[in-house]
Protein backbone atom coordinates (compact mmCIF):
# COMPACT_ATOMS: atom_id res chain seq x y z
CA UNK A 1 0.00 0.00 0.00
CA UNK A 2 1.28 3.49 -1.01
CA UNK A 3 2.71 5.49 2.06
CA UNK A 4 0.95 8.99 2.77
CA UNK A 5 2.95 12.35 3.96
CA UNK A 6 1.20 16.03 4.88
CA UNK A 7 3.93 18.55 4.43
CA UNK A 8 2.64 21.40 5.51
CA UNK A 9 3.80 24.96 4.36
CA UNK A 10 3.55 28.32 5.40
CA UNK A 11 4.92 32.00 4.55
CA UNK A 12 8.80 31.94 5.31
CA UNK A 13 10.02 27.88 5.16
CA UNK A 14 12.78 27.16 4.15
CA UNK A 15 12.82 25.84 0.48
CA UNK A 16 15.83 23.44 0.65
CA UNK A 17 14.28 21.85 3.42
CA UNK A 18 10.83 21.79 1.79
CA UNK A 19 11.78 20.93 -1.62
CA UNK A 20 14.72 17.93 -0.58
CA UNK A 21 11.71 16.12 1.56
CA UNK A 22 9.07 16.42 -1.11
CA UNK A 23 11.46 15.43 -4.07
CA UNK A 24 13.38 12.52 -2.13
CA UNK A 25 10.14 11.34 -0.86
CA UNK A 26 8.14 11.17 -4.13
CA UNK A 27 11.25 9.79 -5.88
CA UNK A 28 10.71 6.67 -3.28
CA UNK A 29 7.02 6.38 -4.88
CA UNK A 30 5.64 7.88 -1.36
CA UNK A 31 2.11 10.07 -1.96
CA UNK A 32 3.31 13.73 -0.07
CA UNK A 33 0.62 16.40 -0.26
CA UNK A 34 1.71 19.87 0.55
CA UNK A 35 -0.61 21.63 2.21
CA UNK A 36 -0.96 25.53 3.11
CA UNK A 37 -2.65 27.67 6.20
CA UNK A 38 -3.06 30.58 3.78
CA UNK A 39 -5.84 31.75 1.51
CA UNK A 40 -3.56 31.25 -1.70
CA UNK A 41 -2.10 28.11 -2.58
CA UNK A 42 1.30 29.87 -3.58
CA UNK A 43 3.52 29.73 -0.45
CA UNK A 44 6.28 32.01 -0.27
CA UNK A 45 9.18 30.69 0.99
CA UNK A 46 12.04 32.54 3.17
CA UNK A 47 14.23 32.87 0.07
CA UNK A 48 11.53 34.08 -2.13
CA UNK A 49 10.94 30.87 -4.20
CA UNK A 50 7.48 30.41 -4.17
CA UNK A 51 6.25 26.55 -4.18
CA UNK A 52 2.21 25.57 -5.20
CA UNK A 53 0.39 23.79 -2.44
CA UNK A 54 -2.17 21.11 -3.15
CA UNK A 55 -4.82 21.30 -0.92
CA UNK A 56 -5.49 23.74 2.21
CA UNK A 57 -4.79 22.02 5.95
CA UNK A 58 -8.60 22.37 6.53
CA UNK A 59 -9.32 19.57 4.21
CA UNK A 60 -6.63 16.66 5.53
CA UNK A 61 -8.00 13.72 6.31
CA UNK A 62 -5.24 12.12 9.40
CA UNK A 63 -6.50 9.01 9.10
CA UNK A 64 -5.32 8.82 5.87
CA UNK A 65 -1.78 9.94 6.61
CA UNK A 66 1.30 8.08 7.38
CA UNK A 67 3.49 10.65 8.45
CA UNK A 68 3.58 14.33 8.85
CA UNK A 69 6.77 16.28 7.97
CA UNK A 70 7.41 19.68 8.87
CA UNK A 71 10.25 21.77 7.05
CA UNK A 72 12.00 25.06 9.42
CA UNK A 73 12.39 28.06 8.18
CA UNK A 74 11.39 30.66 11.44
CA UNK A 75 8.48 32.62 10.53
CA UNK A 76 6.88 29.32 8.94
CA UNK A 77 7.77 27.50 12.08
CA UNK A 78 5.85 30.22 14.15
CA UNK A 79 2.80 30.38 12.07
CA UNK A 80 2.69 26.07 12.40
CA UNK A 81 3.42 26.56 16.02
CA UNK A 82 0.45 29.25 16.25
CA UNK A 83 -1.81 27.26 14.25
CA UNK A 84 -4.56 25.78 15.78
CA UNK A 85 -5.22 23.36 13.24
CA UNK A 86 -1.53 22.35 12.59
CA UNK A 87 -1.37 21.87 16.44
CA UNK A 88 -4.56 19.80 16.39
CA UNK A 89 -2.89 17.44 13.02
CA UNK A 90 0.49 17.17 14.89
CA UNK A 91 -1.17 15.96 18.45
CA UNK A 92 -4.12 13.70 16.67
CA UNK A 93 -1.01 12.36 14.57
CA UNK A 94 0.88 11.69 17.40
CA UNK A 95 -2.51 10.00 19.56
CA UNK A 96 -1.77 7.68 16.65
CA UNK A 97 1.39 6.85 16.94
CA UNK A 98 1.81 8.22 13.55
CA UNK A 99 5.14 9.09 12.62
CA UNK A 100 6.04 12.87 12.65
CA UNK A 101 8.83 14.68 11.27
CA UNK A 102 10.89 18.21 11.81
CA UNK A 103 13.64 19.78 10.73
CA UNK A 104 15.69 23.35 11.35
CA UNK A 105 13.16 25.34 13.24
CA UNK A 106 10.29 23.32 13.27
CA UNK A 107 11.01 21.52 16.23
CA UNK A 108 9.45 23.94 18.30
CA UNK A 109 6.34 23.60 16.46
CA UNK A 110 6.13 19.73 17.74
CA UNK A 111 7.44 21.35 21.17
CA UNK A 112 4.35 23.86 20.81
CA UNK A 113 1.91 20.96 20.13
CA UNK A 114 2.92 18.74 23.54
CA UNK A 115 4.70 16.16 20.99
CA UNK A 116 8.20 16.71 21.12
CA UNK A 117 9.93 13.43 22.73
CA UNK A 118 12.94 13.91 25.35
CA UNK A 119 15.38 13.50 22.60
CA UNK A 120 15.86 15.85 19.66
CA UNK A 121 17.70 18.12 17.18
CA UNK A 122 17.23 21.17 15.47
CA UNK A 123 18.80 24.46 14.12
CA UNK A 124 21.53 25.85 16.67
CA UNK A 125 19.96 28.18 18.73
CA UNK A 126 16.53 26.89 18.30
CA UNK A 127 16.89 24.93 21.38
CA UNK A 128 17.09 27.90 23.38
CA UNK A 129 13.41 28.43 22.44
CA UNK A 130 12.21 24.54 23.04
CA UNK A 131 14.40 23.11 25.77
CA UNK A 132 18.20 22.24 26.14
CA UNK A 133 17.39 19.02 27.90
CA UNK A 134 17.51 16.94 25.37
CA UNK A 135 18.93 18.46 22.25
CA UNK A 136 21.15 16.58 20.82
CA UNK A 137 24.08 18.44 18.61
CA UNK A 138 26.06 15.79 17.29
CA UNK A 139 23.23 13.83 14.94
CA UNK A 140 22.28 14.78 11.72
CA UNK A 141 19.15 13.40 12.38
CA UNK A 142 17.23 11.91 15.85
CA UNK A 143 14.82 9.04 16.15
CA UNK A 144 13.22 9.38 19.61
CA UNK A 145 9.74 7.29 19.75
CA UNK A 146 7.43 8.18 16.70
CA UNK A 147 9.20 11.53 16.28
CA UNK A 148 12.31 12.76 13.96
CA UNK A 149 13.86 15.92 13.65
CA UNK A 150 16.96 17.15 11.69
CA UNK A 151 19.17 20.09 12.12
CA UNK A 152 19.21 22.44 9.01
CA UNK A 153 18.84 23.14 5.15
CA UNK A 154 22.56 21.05 4.47
CA UNK A 155 21.07 17.67 6.41
CA UNK A 156 17.83 17.62 4.70
CA UNK A 157 18.56 14.85 2.12
CA UNK A 158 19.91 12.19 4.97
CA UNK A 159 16.82 13.19 6.75
CA UNK A 160 14.70 12.62 4.13
CA UNK A 161 16.18 9.59 3.30
CA UNK A 162 15.95 8.49 6.52
CA UNK A 163 11.99 8.83 6.46
CA UNK A 164 12.14 6.97 2.80
CA UNK A 165 13.93 3.96 5.08
CA UNK A 166 11.42 4.52 7.61
CA UNK A 167 8.38 4.09 5.84
CA UNK A 168 9.99 2.07 2.68
CA UNK A 169 12.87 -0.13 4.06
CA UNK A 170 16.39 -0.36 3.67
CA UNK A 171 16.34 -1.51 0.08
CA UNK A 172 14.46 1.55 -1.57
CA UNK A 173 16.13 3.77 0.98
CA UNK A 174 19.60 2.21 -0.99
CA UNK A 175 18.49 2.54 -4.31
CA UNK A 176 17.45 6.30 -3.70
CA UNK A 177 20.73 7.32 -1.84
CA UNK A 178 22.77 5.19 -4.41
CA UNK A 179 21.24 7.54 -7.46
CA UNK A 180 21.34 11.05 -5.83
CA UNK A 181 25.11 9.72 -4.96
CA UNK A 182 24.18 10.54 -0.91
CA UNK A 183 27.07 8.91 -0.22
CA UNK A 184 28.01 11.24 3.06
CA UNK A 185 24.41 10.17 4.44
Known amino acids: MKKVVLVPLASGFEEIEAVSIIDI???????????YLEESNLILGANWITIQADIPLKDIDVDKLDMIVLPGGWSGTKALA???LTQEILKQ???????IGAICAAPFALH????????????PSVENEIR????????VVVEDENILTSRGPATAICFA????????GEEKYLAIKKGLLATHC
Open 161 to 168: LEIVKKLC
Open 93 to 99: MDSKNKL
Open 112 to 123: SAGVLKQNYTCY
Open 25 to 35: LRRAEIEVIIG
Open 82 to 84: SDP
Open 132 to 139: VDGYQNDK
